[in-house]
């Protein structure tokens, strides 16, 4: 019995390495074609994803829409179920990685990539709050999930408060965080004279300069991306922002 589990360890920890190693040498081959050490990053993330008990799958809602869910390996009916909420520009993988592994544990966890951002797409026209909304509680009932909370933060908060607020009977409880979905027309056009910026042209960054300003704006204390190199941050605008466009309030 003791070899055989010591067997299988063995067998994990040589086929995660082979896994990066992998993915390791396709991105180095492939440098000047892809934003290397982004797309290397969200492997690492991929992998501390299936670490933490959870798999991807991709949901075909209709022939438009496709949405994108990191979903527990093992639904226990002794846990609540929660559907965690990435905010704008980013997707499931880069926004929730410290709280991924605590909550894992304690409940069934649902992480989704928003429409037009991660894996996440539709043909459709529809762009609002609504739309992906509805997309997510579709997917949702697809994978048998019939009462569940919601916890979202920033962008994903206005999806959140649509969720709760269209389907009442299966939303149990709902945590949004840094969302300014109760700013009323005279504070948002109070604060874009502040800022003296169109709100697409922060939300959208186009360079590394951009991107700092809308960290600065969205964090409390100064984050180190400020001491992150252009070319890194030129890769993460690629990879983050490249479907943001479609995307419109």
Known sequence: MESTKLWHLISFYLSTALFIFRNLLHYILNLNRSPFLTIFMDTILSLYFRLCDLSPCAIDLDDQTTIHFW????????????????????????????????????????????????????????????????????GLKRLGVDRFSVYAISYGGFVAYRMAEMNPDAVEKVAIMSSGIVYTDDQRAEQMKKIGRHPSEILVPKNPNDLRLLVNLSMYKQSSVYWFPDFLLRQFITVSFMFAVLVSF
């Open 71 to 138: 979903v527990a390996n093992h639904r226990r009916f002794n846990k609540p179920s929660l559907v965690m909420v990435h905010g704008y520009g980013g997707n499931s993988l880069w926004q929730f990685l410290y709280q991924v592994g605590p909550l894992s544990r304690k409940f069934n966890v649902y992480i989704p990539d928003l429409l037009f951002f991660g894996k996440s797409y539709s043909r459709s026209l529809n762009r609002s709050d609504l739309f992906q909304a509805k997309c997510l509680s579709d």
